[in-house]
């Protein structure tokens, strides 16, 4: 049965970050990596979208101290997990879903995301991406670690069986429900491009997991 998305989450959260730590290939790496692409300057502003628990916040707080971040994710046990962990920084967390809260104008340095928004298609992202690129401040990026389909097959193939379970369960088209349903790199840079980032350059990659780097 597919579970709505902030409850699969919630439901899991028992176990959450070593299961991050201990089942993805490199995540030992690429979330410090993911740390040290944000801006190392006392004071930046962060958004982070789809902040979780905050594993990859853990690692840029170390760097930067100073950083004032903002987290959205809408499964309220991850939210209150990460509030615990980082008593005394400047964090503000709103849960609801990226796609509908407003994210404001040139307000950001940098913008984050890690393992997260495999479960959107293009389409739902453009315009997420066109909010995002507008809440940078000048000269800002955004940092998305993330899993990729290897292939445009892969791709489709994982679409059609989210949208074949959804008719199967009968459940609403508008919702979102678990299920993995990554884009290929290139699907995501085109996202990226067409809501506006002037370039999208791919950092690193550890097999399916890339850091890609896109500039307002
Ligand atoms: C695999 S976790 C990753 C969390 C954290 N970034 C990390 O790497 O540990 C995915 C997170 O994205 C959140 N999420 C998924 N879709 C979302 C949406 N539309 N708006 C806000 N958060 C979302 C989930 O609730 C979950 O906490």
């Known amino acids: 049965m597919l579970e709505k998305m902030g409850e699969f989450f919630d439901?899991?959260?028992?176990?959450?970050?070593e299961h991050q730590m201990t089942c993805i290939d490199s995540a030992d790496e690429f979330y410090p990596y993911t740390a040290n692409c944000l801006p190392q300057t006392v004071g930046s502003r962060i958004l982070d979208l789809g902040c979780g628990t905050g594993l990859e916040l853990g690692y840029y707080l170390e760097r930067v101290p100073t950083a004032r971040i903002t987290g959205i994710d809408l499964a309220t046990g991850m939210l209150e997990t990460l509030r615990k962990k980082f008593p005394g920084k400047d964090i503000?967390?709103?849960?609801g879903s990226y796609f509908t809260v407003p994210f404001g104008e040139n307000v950001y340095d940098a913008a984050v995301s890690v393992e997260s928004l495999h479960h959107?298609?293009?389409e739902e992202k453009?315009?997420?991406y066109t909010k995002?690129?507008?809440a940078l401040k000048p000269g800002g990026y955004f940092i998305l670690t993330d899993y990729f389909s290897l292939s445009d097959e892969e791709e489709t193939n994982r679409r059609q069986e989210l949208i074949r379970l959804k008719k199967e369960q009968k459940l609403p088209e508008d919702e979102f429900y678990h299920y993995d349903t990554p884009l290929t790199v290139e699907h995501e840079k085109?996202?990226?491009k067409t809501a506006g980032f002037i370039s999208v350059e791919v950092l690193k990659n550890w097999?399916?997991?890339?850091?890609?780097?896109?500039y307002r």
């Open 11 to 17: 439901a899991r959260l028992d176990g959450y970050e």
């Open 92 to 95: 503000s967390l709103i849960l």
């Open 120 to 122: 959107f298609t293009k």
């Open 126 to 128: 453009i315009p997420l």
């Open 132 to 134: 995002l690129k507008t």
């Open 190 to 192: 085109e996202a990226l």
């Open 207 to 214: 097999g399916p997991t890339y850091t890609l780097k896109a």
